[in-house]
């Protein structure tokens, strides 16, 4: 059987202007709202609604988005840290050994405050642009975002994080940037992958009219995207959270869970409701 070990030694950064740089994390970021916002105009054309308020939605979901990955992060898995770091919750700073502070950046966001965020977001924009019911709009955006989620795992590769376990064998990552010499599962790849697939399934159940049930496409992707979370989980790194007073599972796949949970639940009414 053949087996491949890729060396993997990028660089994290794309270009540089003075001391400005962007970054491929940052980039993927970027190419995943900006196509998720051409992907979601290009449907409500489809579907003859104003696009007016669209510009407004990508707002709503940047921030919501990122207000709600980086709060993941913190309570979710590094509540022990940011307790006594209040200040580096909200600003990318970080506390030096002289008692000042350093700019690092934002490092953590969890996809499952993201989710939750993103929830929320919306929320707040359907109720100040009641166009359209709630579950309506999110069977629609939730398919660019499975996309963008792909992107953003994509990002987590080229930054060398949220590695995957060791394989035990030739077959895996070697990630050169980490000072490893053993190959890893390349757990960011597995799910990035598994999301571009799911885009495209959800957009195939959208474009064979599913789209007149409101809330199903929504709970599909619920119980697909977080049990791929849960599965790929088995052979990712600890990421650390409250796993060590719940062993049997990683803090990824408790979280998982209800979300799968939630799917499953709003899949089946909104099939009820189809039937009666």
Do not use: C
Request: no cysteine.
């Amino acid at each position: 059987m053949f087996l491949l070990k890729i060396q993997w030694e990028p660089s994290t950064t794309l270009f540089k202007l003075g001391s400005f740089g962007v970054h491929y994390y940052s980039l993927m970021f970027v190419i995943a709202f900006l196509l998720g916002l051409r992907i979601l105009k290009k449907m409500y054309e489809e579907e003859k609604v104003s696009t007016e308020t669209l510009e407004n939605l990508l707002f709503y979901v940047v921030i919501s988005t990122l207000l709600g990955a980086r709060l993941g992060h913190v309570f979710f898995y590094d509540w022990a840290y940011y307790q006594n770091h209040l200040l580096e919750i909200l600003l990318p700073i970080a506390s030096t050994a002289d008692g000042g502070y350093s700019f690092v950046g934002f490092r953590g966001l969890a996809s499952h405050g993201a989710a939750i965020g993103i929830l929320l977001g919306v929320i707040v924009y359907q109720r100040t642009y009641p166009y359209k019911p709630l579950l309506w709009i999110l069977d629609r955006m939730i398919i660019p975002i499975t996309l963008g989620a792909g992107f953003v795992r994509i990002g987590n590769f080229f930054n060398s994080e949220i590695v995957g376990n060791y394989t035990g064998n030739n077959f895996g990552v070697v990630f050169v940037n980490r000072g490893e010499i053993l190959p890893r599962h390349p757990a960011q790849l597995y799910e990035a992958i598994a999301y571009i697939l799911l885009f495209f399934f959800l957009r195939y159940l959208y474009q064979k009219g599913i789209k007149r049930q409101d809330g199903f496409i929504l709970g599909v992707f619920m119980a697909v995207l977080f049990s791929i979370r849960f599965l790929v989980e088995f052979v990712k790194e600890s990421q650390g959270g409250f796993e060590t007073a719940l062993p049997a599972l990683s803090t990824g796949q408790w979280l998982s869970i209800p979300l799968i949970i939630a799917g499953l639940i709003l899949m089946f009414a909104t099939k009820k409701i189809k039937e009666a």
